[in-house]
């Protein structure tokens, strides 16, 4: 059996937040460096989100470690994005219904949910989801600059 409660976030966000809930942090943890760099065998779509992701995010929260995730990530935004075009077309051409003309319901439904929902799980093992990003402070220290205690700490 695993470990139960919710899953601990990355040791990389919650020094972002500010260790917000003052558990100790693991300074032995292993230490995933480098910036990881696009697989080729992405689609156009699945790249530019990758390039979206990579700028957008602080420097060292994704790492090489992490590429093969992020990689299935940005897949699956390409499947929904390229599913939901084509499931619009099946629209115009069934007249506004999403079944097939057997009355089944489209495939292009289950293949929109089934990327929504690697999505969901993908963003969040990666902090990449708003709930992740909500503590998230980028400013390194963490002191108010306008403190009688600011120049005490470096």
């Known amino acids: 059996m695993g470990k139960r409660g919710p899953k601990p976030k990355p040791t990389t966000i919650r020094e972002l937040e500010g260790n917000p809930g003052r558990l100790p942090i693991n300074h032995d943890e292993p230490a995933c460096i480098g910036v990881p760099v696009c697989p080729d065998y992405l689609s156009d779509d699945a790249r530019a989100v990758w390039e979206t992701i990579m700028t957008s995010v602080p420097p060292g929260m994704i790492t090489v470690a992490d590429a093969p995730l992020l990689a299935a990530y940005c897949e699956a935004v390409a499947q929904h994005k390229e ?34 929902r690697t999505m969901a799980s993908l963003s969040t093992r990666l902090g990449l989801s708003p709930a992740d990003r909500t503590g998230i402070k980028l400013t390194t220290n963490q002191t108010k600059a306008g403190s009688k205690w600011a120049g005490l700490i470096g």
């Open 83 to 116: 599913a939901t075009i084509r499931l619009r077309g099946e629209k115009d051409l069934f007249g506004g219904r999403m079944v097939t003309p057997s009355g089944k319901p489209s495939p292009y439904l289950r293949i929109i949910d089934q990327a929504a």
